[in-house]
């Protein structure tokens, strides 16, 4: 549960930030613009070392937990597993936001995608963009009142 609760903290936090800059449209440059193919590719990129990490973490914490109740606990008991509570919290927190933060790129990646597959359908007619944009919301909410929570 804190797992998913740290996921959604990140994605509520940082999503509307991450994605605010995707083809501003606003008038003003900034450096933080980017193109949407160049924002899909970083994205991407971004996703990837967040999830290998988070896996070699997990993958050293098992192995760890299977060495540790093969060998035993040597003379030093209290230390080691002291010092062994805090290497599996700090894993566990690293996982926690390397995860999340993954699921932060995930999230701006469908944001991006749901911005502009609406606007190439529409073919740029305003009236038909506004049509389809309401089609969808309404077909969306009945998703989530209909769908399994």
Known sequence: SSYSATSQVLVFLLVPRIT???????????WLAFSRKKFMSRIILGQIPCLLFA???????????????????????DRDESNRQSTILLGFVSICLLSGFAQ?????????????????MSENDGQLLESNNVLLNQIHLICIICGPS
């Open 104 to 120: 932060v790129l995930q999230s701006s990646y469908e944001v991006s995608i749901e911005r502009d597959w609406i606007v190439a």
């Open 55 to 77: 896996t070699l973490l997990f993958g050293r914490e098992l192995s760890n937990d299977s060495l540790q109740s093969s060998n035993g606990i040597d003379g030093n008991g």
């Open 20 to 30: 605010k800059y995707v083809n501003n449209s606003s008038g003003k440059s900034t």
